[in-house]
């Protein structure tokens, strides 16, 4: 009998001591990031140090079936208690069906831009449903050893950019690798070029309505992407994303608008690169890059973990986790206040003082036919000369008008 | 007694049969239901109901076939990619189809070498059509393509053209190297289709002093109608299906501009999203599916019917 007391007393005690640790939450994180588990795992690593009562698992999905895989599993009433998301248009799919946890109030959101916020808020009710985690800046990058050879400086201004065009094209070389073929890449290209003539406050008035794209700064704006084309490869409609790489890669090309995820594939190809934002409009003036955001981090709202949850995206707000997403995912992370070891990531948040939304994806892709399409084909006859920019302004003015 | 036996076996090896045919037919049968009859019926149903991106909402009838064939927004572009679909319907009847009814006349005659082009030009057709589309994206690019390569060489530097780029050759690019991929496959059922006719009928016409125009005309086009039919329903069901060549040489937008976008594109697009066109619409793509198989469907069923009447049966 008393042998029977000793064992329960015993088995109580034991109990007390680990509750505890049974009391660990586990969190499934999805994701469609298959390259990064190796990276995720230690930044979970420092988040389970700080939160021991909580434990984090990553599951990366094939990229492209992630979108389907999730809202399945969401639309069946269970998925992953963390979620990393798309952004803008793409989120606005799961945020609107009511899947998401509102996280205004719940996540100091101080440390993230409100150019940024825009595209993890939902525009029906104005709440912010995702953490941003990262950017993607357009930049021009040049051939640093071909610039030297043929003593040319950065341009600064749009002269410059063009002397500096002239000069290549009468030395021989391809002054810039970019084509139309791909439409997307040369939605890219306006990036770089465009805003710095259409001006600081041209996106809040042309998405508050308060202007349209036939805008005369917008058509002056397009007009300049017309004179590139002398500057573009011969028979550069039919230059693609890969031939658009290869001329820059192997040295036929001297410049490649592009977006700032191309840095690791010129670091692997030894390239001697430098970038700079697009030209500025007249000496002084400011030279703006536009930036999106990648995705972002948010909660699923029929968790049944919610608080620990929200912990962990609250994690994902702090300037430690920026630290860690620059360090060991080289991105340049949406949250403000990471210094970043290397170089060109440096560069491109300090370009981003100059920071203007990618004006088609984070305001006219949320209905049909979406800005890029309408801006996209408009580029490819611009640029052809089959358009002028008052015709190509008019169509994307109309096109955006009807779109529903 | 014996009879009443044999009777008995008869109907035990009727009945074996029987079983045993079952037995064959199961299998493909149920693949048949479940991986296209049971998605066709799925599809018409998905058709019927709005959906905000992956999940279904209401029943909404037919609001989504209204939608993609009225709405003055929607349907332009619908239209613009029937049309491409037409183009590339009598485009592929001349060059593809007409290419391989003259090989195959000039194959009947057993000319020398007669194996050895039977082969090369069944050669293409046994390729992936993704290799084709890639390989000849590569001969057609603007920078290192072949085909712009050889024009220079050969003097005509002002035709070198960024032939995949341009609204008005891009197009008639991609009907080049499909008919390129598919002509040998014509070509043979042509060519079978005139070695079924009897040798006498054509020997008595040349013994009678009839031209080789007027033996083609007369004798062979009318004996090799039935290869005609089946030809003539494969172009239609592949053009108005036609996909991979664009998608894999000028993606999924159709570009540049349109010209390339083709119904099957437009359904890829509208079901699933794209990057650049926006995020996924289940019903409309699902009424599109619905209308591309309708469509498909009757005109097959009545090209079938036409042609069909119009053959002579060799006695």
Do not use: C
């Amino acid at each position: 009998m008393k042998h029977h007391l000793t064992r329960a007393l015993a088995a109580a005690l034991a109990f007390s001591i680990a509750a505890p640790v049974f009391a660990q939450t586990e969190l499934s994180f999805w994701s469609w990031r298959q390259e990064d588990v190796a990276a995720y795992g230690e930044i979970i690593a420092a988040f389970e140090e700080s939160h021991p009562d909580i434990t984090v698992t990553y599951t990366a999905h094939e990229a492209k079936a992630y979108n389907t895989i999730l809202t399945t599993a969401l639309a069946g009433g269970s998925g992953p208690d963390i979620i990393h998301t798309r952004a803008y248009g793409s989120l606005e799919n799961i945020s609107g069906a009511g899947y998401l946890e509102p996280l205004d109030g719940q996540v100091d959101l101080s440390t993230i831009p409100d150019t940024l916020l825009r595209g993890t808020t939902l525009r029906s009710d104005g709440k912010v449903y995702s953490v941003p985690f990262a950017t993607q800046t357009v930049l021009v990058y040049y051939n640093k050893d071909i610039f030297d050879a043929n003593s040319i400086t950065p341009p600064e201004t749009w002269d410059e950019f063009m002397a500096a065009a002239q000069a290549l094209k009468d030395a021989g070389i391809t002054p810039l690798a970019n084509g139309t073929a791909d439409g997307w890449t040369i939605e890219v290209a306006s990036g770089a070029i465009m805003p710095n003539f259409y001006g600081e406050t041209f996106f809040e008035e042309v998405t508050s309505g308060a202007t349209t794209f036939d805008d005369p700064r917008y058509v002056t704006a397009l007009s300049r992407m017309a004179e590139l084309a002398p500057y573009m490869p011969v028979g550069f409609e039919g230059v693609d994303y890969a031939t658009m790489k290869a001329l820059f890669t192997s040295g036929a090309a001297a410049m490649f608008i592009g977006g700032s995820w191309e840095i690791p594939s010129w670091r692997d190809a030894g390239l001697n690169v430098g970038f700079m934002p697009g030209p500025a409009a007249e000496a002084g003036g400011t030279r703006m890059v536009a930036t999106w955001l990648d995705g972002g981090y948010a909660v699923n709202a029929a968790s049944p973990n919610k608080e620990a949850a929200l912990e962990f995206i609250r994690f994902t707000a702090t300037p430690e986790f920026a630290q860690m997403l620059a360090d060991k995912l080289n991105n340049v992370p949406a949250v403000q206040g990471a210094t970043p070891t290397d170089d060109a990531l440096a560069e491109i948040i300090e370009l981003q003082e100059n920071q203007t939304p990618y004006i088609m994806l984070v305001a006219f892709r949320f209905n049909k036919p979406t800005g890029s399409t309408l801006l996209q084909d408009g580029l490819q006859q611009l640029l052809t000369g089959s358009k002028s920019a008052e015709e190509v302004a008019a169509e994307v003015a109309a096109g955006i008008a009807a779109a529903e | 007694m014996q009879t009443a036996d044999y009777a008995r076996a008869k109907r035990a090896r009727a009945r074996n049969l029987k079983l045993w045919l079952a037995f064959l037919l199961a299998p493909p049968a149920f693949i048949l239901i479940v991986f296209v009859f049971l998605p066709m019926a799925s599809a018409v149903l998905y058709s019927l109901y709005d959906w905000d991106g992956l999940v279904r909402k209401e029943f909404v009838g037919l609001d989504n076939f209204a939608d993609i064939l009225f709405n003055p927004n929607k349907n332009s572009i619908l239209f613009n990619a029937f049309w491409n679909n037409v183009k590339v319907f009598t485009s592929l009847m001349v060059i593809q189809n007409g290419l391989a009814l003259v090989l195959a006349l000039l194959l009947a005659r057993n000319p020398r070498g007669y194996r050895f082009y039977q082969v090369v030009f069944f050669v293409p057709v046994i390729l992936s059509t993704v290799i084709i589309g890639f390989q000849w994206k590569l001969f057609l690019n603007p920078v290192f393509g072949l085909v712009n390569k050889a024009l220079h060489y050969a003097g005509l530097s002002d035709w070198a053209l960024p032939w995949l780029g341009l609204p008005e050759t891009a197009l008639p690019a991609m009907l080049l190297v499909n008919s390129w991929h598919w002509f040998g496959f014509p070509t043979l059922v042509f060519l079978a289709a005139i070695h079924r006719i009897p040798k006498d009928f054509i020997e008595a016409a040349r013994l009678d002093g009839a031209s080789e125009w007027r033996i083609a005309r007369e004798i062979i086009w009318p004996l090799m109608a039935p290869a005609v039919t089946i030809i003539v329903v494969l172009t239609f069901i592949g053009s108005f299906n036609w996909f991979e060549i664009p998608y894999i040489m000028n993606g999924l937008e159709g570009s540049p501009q349109g010209s390339t976008d083709m119904l099957g594109l437009l359904f890829y697009r509208t079901a699933f999203g794209s990057v650049s066109a926006g995020g996924s619409d289940f019903g409309a793509g699902s009424a599109l599916a619905v209308l591309m198989f309708i469509f498909i469907f009757i005109f097959s069923v009545i090209a079938t019917k036409y042609l069909t009447s119009r053959e002579v049966e060799l006695s």
